[in-house]
């Protein structure tokens, strides 16, 4: 498989970036800001845990994993509103929601 050129951690932030949100690292990972709602991001690259609590959480994964990462979160029931964004290997991305 080739590499993505930006890494994800990049393309997350350059995604919320385009969709006017303002980004910032937090302790846990990134935190997007627009308006009233604040989401955390979380980019997942190897064993990354999934968050145990929060009102609304995107996480970020390659294209080829985001559907799985959809289903595991969708079977583990967890308290917040979530979604996926698929990165994939041009830049582009897909957005998994349950």
Known sequence: MAAVSTSLDERARSIFDDIGYTVS?????????????????TVLEGDTAF????????????????????DR????DVGYDW???????????????P
Do not use: N, Q
């Open 25 to 41: 690292r937090t302790e846990d990972g990134l935190r997007a800001a627009h308006k009233w709602r604040e989401v955390g991001v």
């Open 73 to 76: 979160l969708s079977r583990m």
């Open 51 to 70: 968050p145990e609590s929060g009102e609304m959480h995107c996480f970020v994964a390659r294209a080829a994993e985001a559907p799985d990462v959809g």
């Open 83 to 97: 979604a996926v964004i698929g990165v994939r290997e041009d830049g582009s991305y897909d957005v998994v929601r």
